[in-house]
DNA sequence: CGAGGGTTTGAAGTGCATCAAATAGTGTGG
DNA sequence: CCACACTATTTGATGCACTTCAAACCCTCG
C-alpha cells in the first residue's frame, strides 16, 4: 500500500525531484481514500487538517459569494495537488472542494507538510518552484478573463487538451461535463453552448457531444491565441 | 549607501523576517537607480539578469497580445519586488515593467537571488510565504474579475486604499490617474468614468478630482464586498 | 492665451447573462 | 426492449453592462 502511494506521488509535478526518502516519509502518513461524485471535501473557511493530491477522478474547487454565486477557482484531475496553500493561511482552507467525478484522493497531513519544508531544504526548493508555476497560471488565467472572448476561450482550453505531439490535427473529449467546462471558463453554460457554435464556424472543428475533432491545429491556434500574449502551444504552462 | 539600502530592504514583505546577515549580502549587490515616467524597465521576453525592488513611484507590469491589446498585470509602488519570478521562467521576463511615476528602484541581480534559495534555508521559507500571499491576491482578483460589476470593483479598490484604523470616515487618494487605475481593475476609462459615477450614487461617497471622501465605509463596503467571498477588510490581502 | 493631455459625456453596438422553453441523452424499472 | 423520469444541452427572446467611436470639456503649463 505505502508503496503504491509513493510510486504515485512520484508522479505528481509537486514532488517531483524530491529524493526517495523524503517520498517514503510522507507516504507514511497518507491515506487513499474513494468519493463519490458530490461530496464535499472541505468547506472554505474550515479549519484544514491535510492536503490532497488526486489519484483519479476530478474536483472542483470553488467559492461562494454572500449573495449565493459560486466562482469556480480551478478544476482538477489527476497528479494535482490541493489545498496545501492553507499553510500559509492559518490553517484555513481558503476554498472549497467538491469532487465532482468519483476520485481516488490521497490526503496527507499538513502537520508532515510544514515539517518537510522547515527542515527539508530541497522540499521548500521544490515547493516554491511548484507554487510559481502555479502563479504563472493563474497570470494566464487573468490575461484570458480579460482579453479573449468566449469562443476563444474554448479554443484556448481545447488547444490545451491536445497532446502537442500530433501533426496537425487532433480529437478531444472534454474531461468534464459541458456545465463544468463552461464553469471552469467563467461563463454561463447557454454562452458555452452558443461559443461552441461559433469555434465551429470560425475554425471548422467537428462536434459530437463530448467530443470534438480538430482538422488544422493552426487554425485554431490562429484564431484563439490572437488575443493572447503567449503563443500556442502557450510556453511550459503543464500543470503542478 | 549600503546601509540604506538595506533599512528599506527590511520594510518590504518580500524580504520580512530574514536575519541582518541575508539583508546585507543582498544590499551589498543591489544598485539604486532613478528612472522617469514611461522608462521602460525590461520587456516581456527578455533575458532576465536583475529583480527590482520599488523605493519609490509607480511601476506597471503588462502584456502585450499579438493583435496589440495590452493586459496589465499589476501596478506596484514603494516595497513592492518584481521580476523575481524569472529564475522559474528560464532567466526570461514573463511580463514588461514600465516606470508610470518618477521611481527610486533597487536592482538586485538575478544570481545572487538563486544563491540565497539555494543556500538559505530561511530564505527558501521566506519567500514561499510570500510566494503564497501573491497567489492569493491572484485568487481574489480573478474573482473580482468574475463576479463583480465596474462599481463595485472601484467600491473594493477603494476600500483597500483605505488606511482600515479609520472609523467610518475616509478620505483616499488615488494613487495615480485615473486611465492607469481603469487599466489596474480591467476597464476602460469611460467605463470608470461612468462606473465611479454610479457608485457615488449608490454608496454616497464624494468625489474631487482624484481626491474621494468616504463617509460610511460601511455602506460602501456593502455595496462592493456583496458580490465577493472575502468580506472587508478583505482579511489579511495587504502587499508583498 | 492656446496647446495638449486627461477626463467626461453622448450615442450606438457587441457580448454575455438571464429567463423560458424545447430537445437530446441517460439511466431506471417494468 | 420500451416508456418514463430526470438531467444535460440547445435554442429563442430579451435585457443589461461594458466597449467603441466621437466630441466636448477641463485643467495645467508653457
Same mark, same amino acid.
Given at each position: 500500500m505505502t508503496e503504491m502511494v509513493q510510486n504515485f506521488l512520484k508522479e505528481s509535478l509537486f514532488f517531483s525531484g524530491l529524493d526517495d526518502a523524503t517520498i517514503k516519509r510522507l507516504s507514511t502518513v497518507a491515506h487513499l481514500h474513494d468519493y463519490e461524485k458530490g461530496k464535499l471535501l472541505f468547506v472554505a =473557511? @474550515?479549519? !484544514?487538517?491535510?492536503?490532497?493530491?488526486?489519484? !483519479?477522478?476530478?474536483?472542483?474547487?470553488? &467559492? @461562494? +459569494? /454572500? $449573495? =449565493?454565486?459560486?466562482?469556480?477557482? $480551478?478544476?482538477?484531475?489527476? &497528479?494535482?495537488?490541493?489545498?496545501? +496553500?492553507?499553510?500559509? @493561511?492559518? *490553517?484555513?482552507?481558503?476554498?472549497? !472542494?467538491?469532487?465532482?467525478?468519483?476520485?481516488? %484522493?490521497?490526503? %496527507?497531513?499538513?502537520?508532515?507538510?510544514?515539517?518537510?519544508?522547515?527542515?527539508?531544504?530541497?522540499?521548500?526548493?521544490?515547493?516554491? #518552484?511548484?507554487?510559481? &508555476?502555479?502563479?504563472?497560471?493563474?497570470?494566464? @488565467? %487573468?490575461?484570458?478573463? +480579460? /482579453?479573449?472572448?468566449?469562443?476563444? &476561450? %474554448? =479554443?484556448?482550453?481545447?488547444?490545451?487538451? #491536445?497532446?502537442?505531439? #500530433? *501533426? =496537425?490535427? !487532433?480529437?478531444?473529449?472534454?474531461?468534464? *461535463?459541458k456545465t463544468l467546462v463552461a464553469s471552469r471558463l467563467g461563463m454561463q453554460p447557454e454562452t458555452f453552448s452558443r461559443a461552441l457554435g461559433k469555434l465551429k464556424d470560425a475554425t471548422g472543428i467537428r462536434v459530437k457531444g463530448a467530443t470534438i475533432e480538430i482538422d488544422k491545429i493552426e487554425e485554431l491556434s490562429e484564431f484563439s491565441c490572437s488575443a493572447c500574449s503567449s503563443e500556442f502551444p502557450c510556453k511550459d504552462l503543464k500543470r503542478r
Amino acid at each position: 500500500m505505502t508503496e503504491m502511494v509513493q510510486n504515485f506521488l512520484k508522479e505528481s509535478l509537486f514532488f517531483s525531484g524530491l529524493d526517495d526518502a523524503t517520498i517514503k516519509r510522507l507516504s507514511t502518513v497518507a491515506h487513499l481514500h474513494d468519493y463519490e461524485k458530490g461530496k464535499l471535501l472541505f468547506v472554505a =473557511g @474550515e479549519r !484544514a487538517q491535510s492536503f490532497f493530491i488526486i489519484r !483519479a477522478g476530478w474536483v472542483k474547487l470553488f &467559492r @461562494e +459569494t /454572500l $449573495d =449565493g454565486d459560486q466562482a469556480v477557482v $480551478d478544476i482538477l484531475t489527476a &497528479r494535482h495537488v490541493f489545498g496545501e +496553500t492553507s499553510i500559509f @493561511e492559518n *490553517d484555513i482552507y481558503p476554498y472549497s !472542494a467538491e469532487v465532482v467525478e468519483p476520485a481516488k %484522493i490521497v490526503s %496527507i497531513p499538513l502537520s508532515a507538510l510544514k515539517n518537510e519544508i522547515e527542515n527539508n531544504h530541497a522540499f521548500a526548493v521544490a515547493m516554491l #518552484t511548484s507554487m510559481s &508555476r502555479y502563479r504563472r497560471q493563474q497570470e494566464e @488565467e %487573468i490575461e484570458h478573463r +480579460t /482579453l479573449q472572448n468566449a469562443p476563444q &476561450r %474554448i =479554443g484556448c482550453f481545447l488547444l490545451r487538451l #491536445t497532446d502537442q505531439a #500530433t *501533426d =496537425g490535427q !487532433a480529437r478531444v473529449n472534454l474531461p468534464y *461535463d459541458k456545465t463544468l467546462v463552461a464553469s471552469r471558463l467563467g461563463m454561463q453554460p447557454e454562452t458555452f453552448s452558443r461559443a461552441l457554435g461559433k469555434l465551429k464556424d470560425a475554425t471548422g472543428i467537428r462536434v459530437k457531444g463530448a467530443t470534438i475533432e480538430i482538422d488544422k491545429i493552426e487554425e485554431l491556434s490562429e484564431f484563439s491565441c490572437s488575443a493572447c500574449s503567449s503563443e500556442f502551444p502557450c510556453k511550459d504552462l503543464k500543470r503542478r
